[in-house]
C-alpha cells in the first residue's frame, strides 16, 4: 500500500512516467492506479482528443504502439490506458522496442491483471528503466483484517474486531470485493460510525449467528449443539451455504491445527504469522488443539476428503447436503 501511495503522490507532484506497467495477482491496486491516471493526468476537455481506453483482447502491440507515438493535440500530453493487458501476454515482448525510447508526450498505461511479467527478462528490465514497474501481489489472509481497519479509518469509520473478522472469513483476500462491501456500508453510514457484526449481517447479507466462522468456532470449541442447530440452518439454505465450501473451509481450519500442534513456539504472534490467519482466530486454534489432539486431527483431515469426494457428486449422488452435514459432524465428534 505505501508503494501504491508513493506513486500517487509522485502523480501529483508531476513526476509522471511515460510507461506505466501495472501489474500482478492481486487486482485492487492495478485497478486504483488505472483509475487515478485515467481521472487525474487530463482535463474533462482534454480528454476527448487526448485519451484513449483499449483492451487487450481487442487490440495488438502494433496498434497500441501506433496510438502512443501520436502527438497530443491543444494539450501537454495525450493519455493511452491499455485494460485487460494480460490477453497480450504472447506478444507482450515486441513493446521493447517502444520501451527503449517512449514518446515522450505520452503516458502509456498497462493494466496487465492477474499475472507478472518474467523479472529477468529484457522487456521488463526495460520497462524498469525506462518507466514504472509495479506489482500488486495478493495479500495474505492474516494481513487483510488490518488493512480492513486501515482504510476503513481513512475515511473515518472503525470496524469491531468480529466483524472486521467476519468479513475476512467470508470474503477472503479479495481487496475489490471486500471494497465494494465496505463501500455499501460507507453510503448509509455517517462518518464516524463503528462497523458491527449487526450492520454487516443486516446489510451485506452475513449471518452473525448462523455463518461459516460460527460453525467452524462451534466444532473448535466441540458446542456439538450449536454445530448441529448451523448445520441445520446450512441444510435449509443451501444456496447461501453451499457444502462444497463449508467443507473446505473446515478442511481448512482442521489442516491449521494439524500445523498448529507441530508447531514449538505457540506464542499469539508466532501462529497468526506461520498459519497465514488474523490475530483474532488464533484462541480458536487453542481452543480447538485441546479439544482434538494431534492423532484425532489427523483422522478428521482424511474423513472430510472423503466428504469433499461425496459433495462433488462422487459415489454419493442421492445423499442430501444436509446429512453429508450431519455426517460430517459426527466423523468430527466421535
Given at each position: 500500500m505505501e508503494e501504491v501511495v508513493k506513486i500517487i503522490n509522485d502523480?501529483?507532484?508531476?513526476?509522471?512516467?511515460?510507461?506505466?506497467?501495472?501489474?500482478?495477482?492481486?487486482?485492487?491496486y492495478i485497478d486504483r492506479i488505472t483509475e487515478y491516471l485515467e481521472d487525474n493526468l487530463l482535463t474533462e476537455d482534454e480528454k476527448g482528443f487526448n485519451q484513449m481506453v483499449l483492451y487487450g483482447r481487442d487490440t495488438t502491440i502494433d496498434d497500441i504502439v501506433a496510438n502512443a507515438k501520436r502527438y497530443p493535440m491543444m494539450a501537454e500530453r495525450?493519455?493511452?490506458?491499455v485494460k485487460e493487458a494480460q490477453e497480450l501476454s504472447r506478444t507482450i515482448d515486441?513493446?521493447?522496442?517502444?520501451?527503449?525510447n517512449p514518446q515522450p508526450t505520452t503516458v502509456l498505461v498497462f493494466a496487465y491483471k492477474y499475472k507478472s511479467l518474467d523479472?529477468?527478462?529484457?522487456?521488463?528490465?526495460?520497462?524498469?528503466?525506462?518507466?514504472?514497474?509495479?506489482?500488486?501481489?495478493?495479500?495474505?489472509?492474516?494481513?487483510?483484517?488490518e488493512w480492513i481497519k486501515r482504510v476503513l479509518q481513512g475515511k473515518g469509520y472503525g470496524i469491531e474486531p468480529k466483524a472486521m473478522a467476519m468479513l475476512v472469513e467470508f470474503?477472503?483476500?479479495?481487496?475489490?470485493?471486500?471494497?465494494?462491501?465496505?463501500t455499501k456500508l460507507e453510503i448509509i453510514l455517517p462518518k464516524?460510525?463503528?462497523?458491527?457484526?449487526?450492520?454487516?449481517?443486516?446489510?451485506?447479507?452475513?449471518?452473525?449467528?448462523?455463518?461459516?466462522?460460527?460453525?467452524?468456532?462451534?466444532i473448535g470449541d466441540k458446542n456439538q449443539f450449536k454445530a448441529y442447530q448451523i448445520a441445520n440452518y446450512f441444510a435449509q439454505n443451501q444456496k447461501d451455504n453451499p457444502i462444497v465450501v463449508t467443507n473446505g473451509l473446515v478442511f481448512s481450519f482442521f489442516s491449521s491445527l494439524l500445523q498448529y500442534h507441530g508447531l514449538k513456539d505457540k506464542s499469539s504472534s508466532n501462529v497468526a504469522k506461520i498459519l497465514r490467519v488474523s490475530p483474532y482466530f488464533v484462541n480458536d486454534y487453542i481452543a480447538a488443539a485441546h479439544n482434538y489432539p494431534?492423532?484425532?486431527v489427523s483422522a478428521i483431515v482424511g474423513k472430510l476428503r472423503d466428504i469433499d469426494v461425496k459433495s462433488k457428486g462422487v459415489g454419493a449422488n442421492s445423499l442430501p447436503q444436509g446429512d453429508l452435514l450431519k455426517e460430517m459432524l459426527v466423523n468430527i465428534f466421535n
Open positions: 502523480i501529483k507532484a508531476g513526476n509522471i512516467k511515460p510507461i506505466y506497467f501495472l501489474m500482478g495477482e492481486e487486482p485492487y495525450q493519455v493511452v490506458i515486441q513493446l521493447e522496442k517502444y520501451a527503449e523479472k529477468r527478462k529484457r522487456i521488463t528490465k526495460t520497462l524498469e528503466k525506462h518507466g514504472l514497474v509495479y506489482e500488486s501481489k495478493k495479500m495474505y489472509d492474516n494481513k487483510v483484517g470474503l477472503g483476500n479479495d481487496l475489490s470485493r471486500i471494497a465494494n462491501e465496505l464516524g460510525s463503528t462497523i458491527t457484526p449487526h450492520l454487516i449481517e443486516e446489510n451485506i447479507g452475513f449471518s452473525k449467528d448462523f455463518n461459516v466462522f460460527e460453525f467452524r468456532k462451534a494431534m492423532k484425532k
